[in-house]
């Protein structure tokens, strides 16, 4: 079974022509709960067909609210949504060609795997021989054929997970909402099934909707990224565009982001921060800059440095930290001069140079390209 985040990118490569898929239209999502809560704001989406689309955000920002309009579990206060191009606002769940996995399986305990997987079937009137057909080759297909007898209470966590998903996807829906499916496994687990589902996705081409709180995975996963927070979507892009270029502090803190300074004086493409002076690539309009830490190229601070005549930010520091990861090296640098004590955290990976030790200093050279304004929140891209 595949187990890294190599085998997910093979696995997005070689996916199949895609066999059924929806694309997803939302616009003007409104939910206002009785009591008051409003959990989406106005939520305006396209998804294609047979993409990986994730929604990313902390507990409560409206995920699960924004996956149970889309099975027609919840109905919205206010907006329009479409499947297939076909307006579905008010179609019943049953009538969507959509299925739901939930993070709690909900699976019958006492029933064999052969009969929860065809429990969706029955309900839809599929007949005996097509039933067992189908079964047989969905349970084949994620590796659970040999266990079909065997009642779900005695199963592990991870196979339950399959057979949860082996249920979905026997009906063949054209989308496929996934609400957190695996936050209940452990991390090893957790990532060998990532990668099955993601093969599975590929194989299938069907349109997932995958709801999780943590960014790592929904970078791994995803074709795009949605990240909400407060019922407004801050941002969609690629995992890359959300991970490299967030378009504010929400993002850029949610994405686990460390180096992220408040801009105290702008003039052109000069900045004044805490680590000192800093020039961007063009006019910075935000209040905050990211650097990331593994843009920063370190060197001793009498060297040539790493591109000689390049119009680089050059800092002198002292190392007061050094984390040894094996593949990198987190530092924690002093600024020297024009810092106002505040921290610079450079990540370089481990390629068998000289490492520096606590109390060397250093230069910390940073690419204008690589200083990220962090504009307001609520604003998309
Ligand atoms: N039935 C309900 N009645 C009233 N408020 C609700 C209801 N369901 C959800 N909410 C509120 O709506 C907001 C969004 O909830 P939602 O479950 O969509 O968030 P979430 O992002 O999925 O969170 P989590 O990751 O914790 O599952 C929260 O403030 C929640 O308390």
Do not use: W
Not at 67 to 75: F, S, T, V, Y
Not at 206 to 216: K, L, R
Not at 343 to 350: D, F
């Amino acid at each position: 079974m595949p187990d890294t985040a190599t085998d997910v990118a093979a696995a997005r490569q070689q996916g199949d022509t895609a066999r059924r898929a929806s694309s997803i239209g939302l616009k003007g999502i409104r939910k206002e709960y009785p009591g008051g809560v409003v959990a989406l704001e106005s939520v305006d989406l396209q998804i294609g067909a047979g993409e990986f689309f994730t929604l990313l955000g902390p507990s409560g920002c409206g995920k699960t609210t924004l996956l149970r309009i889309l099975a027609g579990l919840d109905e919205p206060s206010a907006g329009s949504l479409t499947i297939g191009g076909v307006a579905v606002t008010e179609t019943p769940p049953h009538k969507r060609s959509v299925n739901t996995v939930f993070q709690s399986y909900a699976l019958f305990p006492h029933l064999s795997v052969r009969d929860n997987i065809a429990f969706g079937l029955k309900m839809r009137g599929v007949a005996g021989a097509e039933r067992d057909t189908r079964v047989k080759r969905i349970a084949d297909f994620i590796q659970l054929g040999e266990l079909v007898e065997r009642r779900v209470d005695q199963l592990s966590g991870g196979q339950r997970q399959r057979i949860a998903l082996a249920r979905a996807l026997v009906c063949e829906p054209d989308v496929l909402l996934l609400d957190e499916p695996l936050s209940a496994l452990d991390a090893g687990l957790r990532r060998k099934l990532q990668v099955e589902l993601l093969r599975t996705q590929q194989r299938l081409g069907m349109t997932f909707v995958f709801v999780t709180h943590d960014q790592e995975e929904a970078m791994v996963m995803s074709d795009r990224i949605a990240v909400l927070n407060d019922g407004v979507i801050q941002q969609i892009g690629t995992p890359q565009q959300v991970y490299e270029r967030p378009v504010n502090l929400f993002v850029a803190r949610f994405m686990g982001h460390d180096n992220i300074f408040a801009v105290s004086a702008r003039h052109e493409r000069r900045i004044t921060t805490p680590i000192g002076e800093l020039t961007g690539e063009r006019p910075c309009h935000g209040a905050h800059v990211l650097i990331r830490p593994e843009t920063i190229e370190l060197s001793a601070p009498e060297s040539e440095g790493v591109e000689p005549g390049k119009p680089l930010n050059r800092l002198f520091c002292r190392v007061e930290e050094r984390f040894y990861r094996g593949n990198n090296v987190e530092y924690r640098l002093a600024l020297e001069e024009g810092g106002t004590g505040a921290t610079l955290i450079a990540e370089i990976s481990n390629c068998g140079e000289r490492l520096f030790r606590v109390g060397d200093r250093v230069r910390a050279e940073i690419y204008p390209e690589d200083v990220v304004a962090l504009g307001d929140e609520g604003s998309t891209s």
